[in-house]
């Protein structure tokens, strides 16, 4: 044996099936002692005065982690919690229990890279070994059939090549007993992190909001299950995804997703399953497609190494941007006066939730209608979004930044037409925009085209119950 114990960190993989860290720690033969950090680093404040893991990130997590926890005692083992700087802590608890090896998933981003580099570089020296294994992606890293640094910078390249000659791996299968020392050598598993440990508090449940999850492995193949086979709907993914109200219209997939509670691998396999007994169509493959922009961000932020935080980009841009911050704050608080980006802002502080579709459209209006820092807009997602994953986020909106590699020159998202093609009646803008909710059918995307006598009918008075647009908005024809 060549390890007769092993410490397996845990991170961004918090789940039992499909995890080939565990797997290979298992087959080694030892004890395993799985553990869970909390980085001080990660509680701290963005350079926009936000905390990096915002209340329903924070609330996510600490359900993900209750799971896990309940998961490993199933299967006789448990989880152990440690605060600190994993480079000292995890490897000064390693070489507390005589654990002869620290496995752990590989990360690609900057900050987590070099976090592993200090873990590896302290236990090297304590005399203990280091194992990382590639998770996270739907094709293996060592798959691709190109070297990492020659990722097709276009997405469409990406992803005929990719599926043309890289095939995807079966999932890992679930361990069902676990070798675990006994309370002799780990008396004190350490209490659940709480949101305190963030210092935060727990989110407040808005009474409209339809957004009902909670994180870890058993709720994700809970939303697995409902989503493809009670109520059936991967049928009409490629339909419904552009929707903005419900948990219906898309996978609800990503929160869980980013936290690693299940793997992609694993929802390919049920697409897979359900194209086998139920259907196969464009909106099966559609899904896949999605799981696929997800890997390309991971691929691309693993090439360009830092670029991907740069307010120039992997492009190079010139900064011209404006850093307006009364500006930024209507904007963050869904206050410029459009209500589609103002109803989907809010949605956000309200759930840490936003479709896909409303992600797009209030980046578009930060920096191209408002002209406002791309990362400023990405540093305030990265707090409130319950499923922030750094590659996906970051990624994005260097693509809407137009500093990333889309080949499209203009992103521009005209909103009114946004508003006419996705929210026709308004009713999205009516859940979450109250003051407005008495004006009727499309009319409420554009109240400052009413006149005095319906806003006084309404009672609505622009600039004061609601405000005046920050910027005039091209026309419904225009470009
Ligand atoms: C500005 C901006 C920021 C974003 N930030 C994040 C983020 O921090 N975390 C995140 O997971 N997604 C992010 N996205 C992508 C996308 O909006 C979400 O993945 C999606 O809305 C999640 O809902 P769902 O799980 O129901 O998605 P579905 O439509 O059901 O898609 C299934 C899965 O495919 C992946 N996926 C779908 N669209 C994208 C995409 N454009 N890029 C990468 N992966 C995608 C996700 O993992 C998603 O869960 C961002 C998009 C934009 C425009």
């Known amino acids: 044996m060549k390890y007769n114990r092993i410490l397996v960190w845990f991170r961004n993989d918090l789940r039992l099936s499909d995890n080939e860290t565990l797997i290979r720690a298992i087959q080694q033969g030892g004890e395993i002692i799985p553990v869970y950090c909390i980085d001080p680093r990660h509680v701290e ?49 390693a070489k507390q229990i005589q654990a002869s090896a620290i ?31 590639w998770q996270s992606t739907l094709y293996h890293k060592d798959d691709l059939p190109f070297p990492i640094k020659q990722t097709p910078e276009v997405f469409t390249q990406f992803r005929k090549e990719v599926e043309k000659q890289s095939k995807i791996r079966a999932p890992f299968p679930t361990p069902t007993a676990i070798k675990y020392p006994g309370e002799a050598l780990i008396p004190n598993t350490g209490p659940l992190p709480q949101l305190t440990d963030y210092g935060l508090e727990k989110p407040k449940r808005v009474e409209h909001s339809w957004l ?51 793997s992609p691998r694993t929802v390919y396999t049920e697409v897979k399953r359900y194209e086998k007994e139920r259907v196969k169509n464009d909106s099966t493959y559609w899904l896949v497609f999605e799981l696929i922009w997800r890997d390309y961000f991971r691929f691309i932020a693993k090439k360009h190494g830092t670029k991907l935080f740069q307010i120039r980009g992997i492009r190079n841009q010139v900064d011209s941007w404006r850093r307006d911050e009364a500006q930024f704050k ?50 305030y ?43 026709r009646n308004g009713d999205f803008v009516r859940l979450w925009i109250p003051e407005l909710r008495a004006i009727r059918g499309f009319d409420i995307h554009q109240p400052w085209e009413l006149s005095t006598t319906q806003c006084q009918t309404l009672h609505l008075s622009l600039g004061s119950t609601y405000p005046f647009p920050m910027v005039e908005l091209p026309s419904l024809e225009k470009t």
């Open 103 to 133: 496995f752990f998933s590989k990360e690609v981003t900057s900050e987590e890279r070099q976090v592993d580099r200090g873990l590896e570089e302290v236990a090297f020296s304590q005399g203990i070994a280091c194992e990382s294994f």
């Open 330 to 379: 209507r904007w963050a608080e869904g206050k410029t006066g459009v209500p589609f980006v103002d109803a989907n802002m809010r949605e956000l502080n309200a759930t840490g939730f936003m479709s896909n579709r409303g992600r797009q459209i209030v980046a578009s209006f930060l920096v191209n209608d408002l002209g406002i820092d791309w990362t400023w807009g990405a540093s």
């Open 212 to 262: 009902k999850i909670s994180g870890g492995e058993t709720s994700a193949l809970g939303q697995l299950r409902s989503y493809f086979w009670e109520k059936d709907l991967l049928k009409k993914y490629k339909e419904t995804r552009n929707g903005l109200v419900g948990m219906d219209y898309s996978s609800k997939l990503s929160p869980w997703l980013a936290l690693g509670c299940i």
């Open 381 to 423: 997602f990265e707090s409130l979004l319950v499923d922030y994953d750094v590659c996906s986020n970051w990624g994005n909106w260097m693509y809407v930044g137009g500093v990333g590699n889309d080949p499209r020159e203009n992103r521009y998202f005209n909103i009114l037409r946004q508003a006419k093609n996705y929210d």
């Open 45 to 93: 404040n963005t350079k926009l005065g936000l905390p990096k893991t915002g209340a329903f990130r924070a609330q996510f997590l600490t359900e993900a982690l209750e799971d896990l926890r309940k998961s490993f005692i199933q299967v006789g083992a448990n989880l152990i919690f440690l605060h600190g700087k994993p480079e000292q802590v995890v490897v000064d608890f």
